[in-house]
C-alpha cells in the first residue's frame, strides 16, 4: 500500500495531523504523546484504528536515511511545542525540524487576541 519511508498522516480533532515515518518493515516511527517519547509500534497502533494516508510532504532524503533518521530519535522525549510528530518528520525529511500546525495555531491565538482588544 505504502512504499518504505513514507510519511503518514492520521486525522486528530480540530483539523489537527499526526505523523510517522513508515519503516521497510511496515512499522511507524513517531513522536507519541500517549506515550511521551518517540516510538516504533505498528501501523495499526500508530493510527489507532482511524484512516491513515500519505501525508502532503514527504522526504527529500533517500528512503534509508529517512528511516535511519527517524530511529536514531526513537528514545526522544515528546514536547507539543518543541517536538512533536510534525517535528520529528519534517527532521527525518530533511525539511528542519518546526510545525507548520503549532505555527498555525500561534498565528490564530494572537489574531484571536489582537482582535478581542
Do not use: W
Not at 75 to 90: A, F, M, P, T
Not at 93 to 109: K, M
Request: glycine share 6%; with cysteine; hydrophobic share 35%.
Amino acid at each position: 500500500m505504502f512504499l518504505p519511508a513514507t510519511i503518514l498522516e492520521t486525522p486528530l480533532p480540530f483539523g489537527y495531523r499526526h505523523y510517522g515515518v513508515l519503516t521497510e518493515i511496515g512499522t511507524v516511527v513517531h513522536a507519541s504523546k500517549k506515550h511521551n517519547r518517540v516510538i516504533e509500534e505498528s501501523l495499526e497502533n500508530f493510527s489507532e484504528g482511524a484512516p491513515c494516508r500519505m501525508a502532503s510532504f514527504q522526504s527529500n532524503l533517500s528512503p534509508n536515511e529517512t528511516i535511519q533518521r527517524a530511529r536514531s530519535k526513537i528514545g526522544n522525549s515528546y514536547d507539543l511545542i518543541s517536538k512533536n510528530c510534525e517535528h520529528l518528520v519534517r527532521y527525518c525529511c530533511g525539511h528542519g525540524s518546526f510545525s507548520v500546525q503549532i505555527i498555525t495555531t500561534i498565528i490564530v491565538a494572537i489574531t484571536y487576541f489582537i482582535k478581542a482588544k
